[in-house]
């Protein structure tokens, strides 16, 4: 993060470049960056409001980003109490590394506060009047004294070292962009070495999970090729079947490629022909077991055989972590990568807004839905039980979420989180339809009409039964089933 000095000579120069600037727009790019576009007839001034901690700052971009399809409340409230504003000047706090923004518009006075206190750094909208109207991060992360709708107060304490000038010998107009150019390389960094220790982590704990089920079976299997002396038995057993007296509980044999004669256990409470019978029963059961387990270890070597390759991609890409993000966000992104972290619970929390996730504290574990992450970040909620389908859909399920349902054939209730969005992607709702699908009793079929309709249309009946619901109005997707897709969703289940 930005020292007390750098962040000083960055509001110096700040002020000169937007100082009068129209803000064209706003743009929260995650739980951690505003991005606010300052206007004037000559250029766009693209200034960056970090408050991640570590990497706290405050700079220009060459280009804005994408940010998400809905956006955050922070963003959504800036927007309609600033938008069109003139900045009236960049300015820092003394002593205190707090950069103000003073942004006029018709409807008054407001500032822009990135305060840049470590793992508390954050960004808050004032009033002219000191009260605070926002916060990008939850209050309670960063500065629990605070409170909406009060006045604003600085943080306090002992002033801070001034530090030295990391970028002393950079001219004044290319400083911002040279600080956002080194800030990116380390978050680069830093997110390539998380993704190599958490894939690392994930693969080697399945390596150790299939060597132990590997020696599990091959131990299973000496047990079940033991199944042989079954037919040894039976082959000696038929040769002296006259001669057993009913209670007997052994009988003798000549094994006649030995020539030694063989004692043949008996259960006294069977018939001689009944065990007979017996032998060869285990027999054939052991046959089929050791089938069954060698069928098993061949499935393991394949998967062994692929977390292998998986390893060795990672340690081709670990030399020169920073040179292959991209591969390693697409490591990352392979099925069985993707799974392994899934159901870790090692997924690296995306750059949210925070304090919009759903709490599961105080939900009882029989309510809770199995939950999905589609790959373009959108969460699938799936329902357990009846009990637990009724708790999802009146209870945890917003208005302007999804309900899938099989029209005449019952199943679980999905739900797909659209985050407030209208239009969700096509491919976020095929994978919610593939769930609704396999959740049901026609998990087997080819093809299938799945009802898609907004949870505020889904109504339960006064008296009815856990998991009946009546809808109104939706649409229905004929779904051709892609194995592929089902399988890709399966392997983001998040709550394993």
Known sequence: MLNLTELRRAGRILDQEISGSVIQRFAQIDGYRLVILFYRPSETCRVLLSCRPG?????????????PHTPPSFVQYVRAHLGRGTCSGVSVAEEDRLLQIGIRTRDGAFRIYLSILGARSNVYLVDDRGVLLHSMRPLVRT????????????????APRAGSDRWADIADELFLEKIEETYEQLEWQEEAQDLIRRIKSALDREEAQLSRKSANLLEDLAAARSADEYRRRGELLKSVLHIIRPGDTSVSAIDHRTGAEVSIPLDPALSPAENLQACFVQYQKG??????????????????????GLNTALTGYSGNPLQNLRALRELALHRTVRRLLAQRGSRRPVARPEGTGVRKSGIPA?????????????????????????????????????????????????????????DPPPSSLLDACELAVHFSRLKAAGHADVHVVPVKNVRKPRGARPGLVRVAGGRTIHLRRDPARLENILASRMDE
């Open 55 to 67: 990497f706290a700052r405050v700079s220009c971009l060459a280009e804005v980003p994408k940010a």
């Open 287 to 308: 046959l089929r077991g050791a089938s069954s387990i060698e069928a098993q270890l061949m499935t393991l070597e394949k998967a062994k055989a692929e977390i292998d």
């Open 366 to 422: 029989r309510l809770q839905p199995r939950r999905f992450r589609t790959e373009d970040g959108l969460e699938i909620w799936v329902g357990r039980s009846d009990e637990g389908n009724d708790y999802l859909t009146t209870r945890m399920a917003r208005g302007n979420d999804l309900f899938f349902h099989l029209e005449g054939s019952p199943g679980s209730h999905v739900i797909l989180r659209t985050e407030g969005r209208t």
């Open 143 to 158: 500065r629990r004294e605070l409170a909406l709708g009060q006045p604003w107060s600085g943080a306090g304490g002992s």
